[in-house]
């Protein structure tokens, strides 16, 4: 297994922050492999949308890349600011669930997870604009004293996304962003996350099984079936064979 931090990143796409680059990872649980020769490249201040079929490891790939799986092959992270250090990689899961009745309100949720504060003191107006801070970078604010269990898709979504924004990080992973929000909301989180990948310079790895809105956000897709079967512009994988083996639809402009 081996993990790299290069000091600079020089090459085509990588002009901003910090990107990421994998070569010929694989993981093995006992005797299941999970994943083989997986190679891309997230270039700087891209969005890259991951599909493919359930269990085909997507969830997997991420928890390789944020150092929580052994693997074999290289995964490389591109500095262009010189530092050394792992970058800070903000994350969304799938799906997390919370309990419909619990009290909890967004305010006290923030305020466990990024401080040490007892939520069952009252909040201090310090922390109170810090939270707000976070919660506008995702248009959120308004969520403050909602409690979570009553949030919708959309705005547990927004909610979630800030609080992986905070510290800001340069790469920005989601697990099933789309899952459970209604159009509206979807329109909504797609259009927020091309803005915070032009505010905030990320780079941005999400899965989706929402083919239809690819070509409307994603600067490259992955086809992944515990390896890459294909990559490159929502076009160009839509409309693929491999595209059409492994979910049996006929999708983009024309067929390779």
């Known amino acids: 297994m081996s993990i790299h931090i290069h000091k600079n990143c020089t090459g085509h796409g990588c002009e901003g922050l910090c990107c990421l680059e994998l070569k010929n990872v694989g993981v093995t649980m006992g005797s299941d492999e999970l994943l083989h020769?997986?190679?891309?490249?997230?270039?700087?201040?891209?969005i890259v949308a991951l599909i493919g079929p359930n269990g085909a490891g997507k969830s997997t790939l991420f928890k390789t890349i944020l150092g929580q799986l052994p693997?074999?092959?290289?995964?490389?992270?591109?500095?262009?600011?010189?530092?050394?250090?792992?970058?800070?990689?903000?994350?969304?899961?799938?799906?997390?669930?919370?309990?419909?009745?619990?009290?909890?309100?967004?305010?006290?949720?923030?305020?466990a997870a990024i401080s040490d504060w007892p939520v069952f003191l009252p909040i201090p107006g310090k922390l109170r604009e810090r939270i707000m801070t976070c919660l506008a970078r995702t248009h959120a604010e308004g969520l403050l004293g909602k409690r979570v269990?009553?949030?919708?898709?959309?705005?547990?979504?927004?909610?979630?996304?800030?609080?992986?924004?905070?510290?800001?990080?340069?790469?920005?992973?989601?697990?099933?962003?789309?899952?459970?929000?209604?159009?509206?909301?979807?329109?909504?989180?797609?259009?927020?996350?091309?803005?915070?990948?032009?505010?905030?310079?990320?780079?941005?790895?999400?899965?989706?099984?929402?083919?239809?809105?690819?070509?409307?956000?994603?600067?490259?897709?992955?086809?992944?079936?515990?390896?890459?079967?294909?990559?490159?512009?929502?076009?160009?994988?839509?409309?693929?064979?491999?595209?059409?083996?492994?979910?049996?639809l006929r999708m983009g402009k024309g067929v390779e």
Not at 37 to 46: I, P
Not at 168 to 197: A, C, T, W
Request: charged share 20%.
């Open 71 to 111: 693997h074999s092959g290289s995964i490389s992270f591109h500095r262009s600011d010189g530092e050394k250090r792992r970058p800070i990689i903000g994350y969304v899961p799938q799906s997390p669930a919370f309990d419909r009745g619990d009290p909890v309100s967004v305010l006290d949720f923030f305020a």
């Open 149 to 248: 269990g009553a949030l919708s898709g959309g705005e547990l979504q927004r909610v979630l996304m800030a609080l992986a924004l905070e510290p800001l990080p340069h790469i920005l992973i989601l697990d099933e962003p789309l899952s459970g929000v209604d159009v509206e909301g979807e329109k909504q989180l797609l259009d927020m996350l091309d803005e915070l990948r032009r505010t905030y310079d990320l780079s941005i790895l999400l899965s989706t099984h929402d083919f239809a809105t690819l070509e409307q956000y994603a600067d490259k897709v992955l086809l992944l079936q515990n390896t890459v079967l294909k990559m490159g512009s929502p076009a160009q994988v839509l409309s693929s064979p491999e595209f059409q083996t492994v979910f049996h």
């Open 37 to 46: 020769d997986v190679s891309f490249h997230l270039h700087c201040g891209e």
